[in-house]
């Protein structure tokens, strides 16, 4: 059956580089002690296997305010979400070697949306340029959207409706970030874009995957902290729902292990079989977590998140984009995407690269 590949993919940095050590010692030190009071710490249920062995790869940074991140990218003032993905997308278009006017269906997912209640889509479309009668609209799955993104592309393409379909995402997080919680440090600002069309047989897309449970929607979210959103004060990420966080955290590694076998199954393919993992990517422990867990010990990764911090939506797209620089791809390698969301949801997806 015929499938929807990524024709090009790649991601597009902020200039300005905050280095972790630019953080004063008095605020790392409040971080540090924090971070002692808030680890998650084993209690007396927690007797699962995977539990465990998430427990101790958190434990192994807990004296790590920055959490694996050393620099991270910041959105400069004058420019917009739309702005990031609008440059990712012009270089994603230069490198598939087709031009704006070729495509047929736009799909965005910023993080930090430039306005509310404004389809981010049409801000993209007009400054991209592309045709009036392209349709363009916001995919907000959070950090699974772009899993969500490559899953509609593939029927908008079967279906005829589309021959390239343009998939954009922004992280402008640090534009959320309070200064005092030390998950400000573990956030940095990107744009990502991939081409996306019909794929050879046997090539491409082979399967997706998706778990939604909306009951810790408040364990990571955007609102004025103790009250919504629109009620006045300054709209920052929170934590809402410690015990719910703690729950996603705890059980990270178990989802995607079910999820991806799931996942395999349902494609045909054997683990021994994936070459390349590209998880999300929110601290410097979930990575190997995840591939370890799931199975997938002898895929290759490309750990981006020392020199970019969580790209949340992005964190896929700039893994593939920098395993395509470096070599890490090669065509007929089976890829595996990974992503927890906050909400909570995940998503994973199957590819056979071309």
């Not at 030190?29 to 710490?41: D, Q, S």
């Not at 598939?96 to 965005?108: F, H």
């Not at 990571?220 to 990420?237: L, M, N, Q, S």
């Amino acid at each position: 059956m015929k499938s929807v590949a990524i024709k090009s993919v790649e991601v597009w940095f902020p200039t300005r580089i905050r280095h972790s050590s630019e953080w004063p010692t008095t605020v790392v030190e409040k971080w540090r002690e924090r971070l002692a009071k808030v680890v998650p710490t084993a209690a007396a249920d927690d007797t699962a296997e995977g539990v465990r062995l998430t427990l101790a790869a958190i434990a192994a940074h807990r004296d790590d305010p920055f959490q694996g991140v050393v620099e991270v990218r910041v959105i400069d003032a004058a420019d917009d979400s739309s702005d990031l993905e609008t440059r990712a997308a012009q270089q994603a278009l230069a490198r598939a070697g087709i031009s704006a006017t070729d495509i047929d269906l736009l799909l965005s997912h910023p993080m930090v949306p430039d306005y509310l209640c404004v389809n981010p889509g049409s801000i993209v479309h007009h400054k991209i340029g592309l045709r009036p009668e392209v349709q363009a609209f916001g995919v907000d799955g959070v950090c699974t959207s772009f899993i969500i993104q490559l899953d509609l592309a593939r029927k908008a393409i079967l279906s005829g409706d589309a021959r390239y379909v343009l998939a954009t995402q922004s992280s402008a997080c640090t534009r959320l970030m309070p200064e005092a919680d030390p998950f400000s440090s573990w956030f940095g600002d990107a744009g990502g874009a991939a081409v996306l069309q019909a794929a050879e047989p046997g090539f491409g897309l082979l399967a997706t995957s998706f778990r939604t449970w909306g009951e810790h929607c408040r364990a990571f979210c955007a609102t004025v902290p103790g009250g919504r959103w629109y009620e006045g004060g300054r709209v920052v990420a929170a934590n809402e729902d410690r015990a719910g966080a703690r729950k996603m955290q705890l059980e990270a590694a178990d989802i995607a292990r079910d999820l991806i076998a799931a996942l395999l199954a349902k494609a045909g393919v054997l683990h021994e079989e994936v070459a390349f993992f590209a998880p999300h990517q929110p601290a410097a422990w979930f990575p190997e977590l995840c591939r370890s867990r799931a199975g997938l010990g002898a895929a290759k990764m490309a750990q981006t998140s020392s020199f970019t911090g969580n790209l949340s939506t992005v964190n896929i797209p700039a893994q593939l984009a920098t395993a395509t620089r470096e070599g890490l791809l090669k065509r007929g390698d089976v890829v595996v995407l990974f992503a927890l969301a906050s909400g909570m949801s995940a998503a994973g997806a199957v590819l056979r690269w071309s």
